[in-house]
């Protein structure tokens, strides 16, 4: 809360605004953290999962009240769409018209209230504590009004009243996500899954670390060795840097699905030569340090490009000492036509493959997001197919489900084509159940516990 004066005398040498106290550090650390994450979300696109562990080790939270931190962040998050149903009810003006920073104490609020154990007169008071810190004592009266509406309901009451009745607006309330990506998803998993689906995306994700190859291994990371990937252990809870080989750099965080697709290009049959790798999107880096360690076991050499030097260097610190990495244009190549023998194409995409690790991104995206990154995700396929060699492979990736992203750019690719075979992804990922029919693979949430990576392996022929 601001310092407030205790006096009007000033000490000897003192002029106006001079000598007076330094603002106090706000009373609840906790709440303030997750709001601050939670305002620079909206205020600069922010990446909650990369400003939250910052903010907690600069402002010395841990154990206990980092874990509340986390969970008032991502949990405001991902409730955000129920959340404003809600607060429309609750509020005598319309949720659109409510100030950034009070809007925003009244989803952390509306969150305690209605998505954890923390008792109402707790969540109520230190919500308008917040309030009156952040947007002055007329707006703590007005969050106090409207959270004690709030408090009056538990959640599925609410959801009982919010709810629109058509299916796609129940769900879009229900399990927060919008309207279009509700769509979408049904368009991609189907309308008898697509609310289990939605579901998994509001599910805390579990740890999943990767021993890198050549640097760790799996029996160092300390977890339950994974259900799929070789490489990966789960964690069941601490801090994934307290784990040595992590804090060294010989392993990391990464999604399970992440690994198993790098994986699969390493698996495909090859017509000749086997020395030639090459990541075309490779920031941040978590595909290459696979990639670059199995490279190295073969007597193959990767190269990891990036269009953005930040991201290169990321790629550098994660990879092999062996491998090269470079900034480059992925879509105005720097090599000759087909000189590579395995490509990996990791593509930008909306992420909507990853919303459970940063929900942020269901209320960062549009339709028009499709549409803009569509032509680029064209260009570096067209780019990747051009790079490998006959015989070769190359595997499409990205991190999203939605068929514009996927399926859609591929055979836009190959329409005309006769020179490239769609081998059948799901046979290179064995022991991974329902990936699909095949020629493509796709990870889900709600079936693998892994983000919704899309995989197409292609071979140039010969």
């Not at 990891?304 to 879509?331: E, F, M, N, S, W």
């Not at 909507?352 to 960062?364: M, V």
Request: net charge positive.
């Amino acid at each position: 809360m601001p310092q407030r004066s205790t006096g009007s005398r000033r000490g000897k040498g003192q002029g106006r605004g001079q000598g007076r106290p330094a603002p106090r550090r706000p009373r609840d650390q906790v709440r303030r953290t997750a709001f601050d994450v939670l305002q620079a979300v909206d205020e600069r696109d922010a990446y909650a999962n990369l400003l939250l562990p910052s903010l907690l080790r600069e402002r010395g939270l841990s154990g206990r009240d980092a874990a509340l931190a986390t969970e008032l962040t991502y949990g405001t998050l991902r409730g955000r769409g129920t959340y404003d149903a809600v607060l429309g009810m609750c509020s005598d003006r319309p949720v659109a018209k409510i100030d950034q920073p009070l809007l925003n104490v009244l989803r952390l609020g509306t969150h305690q209230l209605l998505g954890t154990r923390i008792p109402p007169h707790a969540a109520v008071g230190t919500a308008v504590d917040l309030a009156r810190s952040v947007a002055g004592p007329g707006q703590a009266k007005f969050a106090n009004a409207v959270l004690r509406k709030v408090s009056a309901r538990d959640l599925d009451a609410w959801l009982a009243i919010v709810a629109p009745d058509d299916e796609t607006g129940r769900l879009s309330v229900v399990h927060s996500h919008p309207r279009w990506i509700v769509n979408a998803l049904r368009d991609a998993a189907g309308a008898g899954e697509v609310e289990a689906l939605l579901a998994a995306d509001n599910e805390r994700p579990r740890v999943t670390l990767v021993a890198r190859p050549g640097r760790a291994t799996v029996a160092e990371l300390g977890g339950d060795p994974a259900a799929y990937s070789p490489y990966a252990a789960y964690l069941p809870e601490g801090d994934p840097a307290a784990v040595p080989a992590v804090a060294e750099g010989r392993a990391a965080v990464q999604d399970e699905a992440s690994q198993l697709v790098a994986l699969a290009l390493t698996r495909a049959e090859l017509d000749g030569p086997d020395g030639r790798w090459l990541d075309l999107c490779a920031g941040p880096g978590g595909k290459a340090a696979l990639l670059s360690g199995l490279a190295a076991e073969r007597g193959a050499h990767l190269l990891a490009c990036d269009l953005q030097p930040h991201r290169a260097r990321l790629v550098r610190r994660a990879a092999d000492p062996a491998a090269a990495v470079t900034v480059v244009d992925g879509t105005r190549p720097a090599w000759r036509p087909g000189t590579f023998d395995r490509v990996l194409a990791d593509v930008p995409c909306t992420g909507l493959g990853a919303l459970r690790r940063r929900p942020e991104a269901r209320w960062r995206r549009s339709p028009e997001s499709i549409a803009e990154l569509g032509p680029l995700q064209r260009r570096l396929l067209g780019s990747a197919l051009e790079a490998v060699r006959p015989g070769g492979v190359v595997a499409y990736v990205t991190c999203s489900p939605h068929l514009a992203e996927t399926r859609v750019v591929v055979d836009d690719v190959l329409r005309g084509r006769d020179d490239i075979e769609r081998l059948d992804s799901p046979s290179y990922l064995e022991g991974v159940p329902d990936l699909g029919e095949g020629p493509y693979a796709q990870f889900w949430p709600h079936r693998h516990g892994t983000d919704a990576m899309f995989l197409a392996l292609l071979r140039r022929r010969a």
